[in-house]
């Protein structure tokens, strides 16, 4: 399930970090997909793009927003009616075609998924940090 972007105990840089955390895996779970069906004939490789819904939220100020009740209420750009993150997924364009219909460049998946890991790591160092620091504070400095 999805997070409401700005509607976490500790504040909206987190819930950004968690909602970015989410997408990461799905869209890992979709290269993953792509790489595991990179032999079979006339399979679309599938791409997962998240990212400009992401910053939209980022910066619009939630709590300015209306409640909306309905998909054609004014909501925020990159935002389902629910305040959820709707991110993209199509079938990626491409120029070469297999003989068999399979259009997963194995290449390049295996270069989204180890850039896909990057992030992953390094936002989940940053939600520890930050955690190793609240608890330092609850210690008392201990």
């Known amino acids: 399930m999805s997070t409401v972007i700005g509607n976490q105990i500790f ?11 989410n997408q990461r895996l799905k869209r890992q779970t979709v290269n993953v997909a792509n790489i595991t069906n990179s ?20 910066g619009s100020d939630k709590d300015l927003i209306m409640k909306v009740s309905d998909s054609k209420h ?4 990159g935002m389902g009616a629910d305040g959820v993150l709707k991110p993209d997924l199509y079938v990626k ?12 460049d194995i290449d390049q998946e295996m270069t989204e998924v180890a850039g896909n890991q990057v992030i992953y790591k390094a936002t989940i160092e940053t939600l520890n940090r930050k955690l190793g ?10």
């Open 74 to 77: 004014i909501k925020a750009p």
């Open 133 to 142: 620091m609240l608890r330092y504070a609850i210690n008392g400095g201990r």
């Open 11 to 21: 504040g909206k840089p987190d819930a950004v970090l968690e909602e970015s955390l």
């Open 39 to 58: 032999l079979t004939p006339g399979y679309r490789a599938l791409g997962f793009d998240f990212e400009k819904q992401l910053q939209a939220a980022i």
């Open 93 to 104: 364009p491409t120029e070469s075609i297999g003989n068999d219909g399979n259009t997963v």
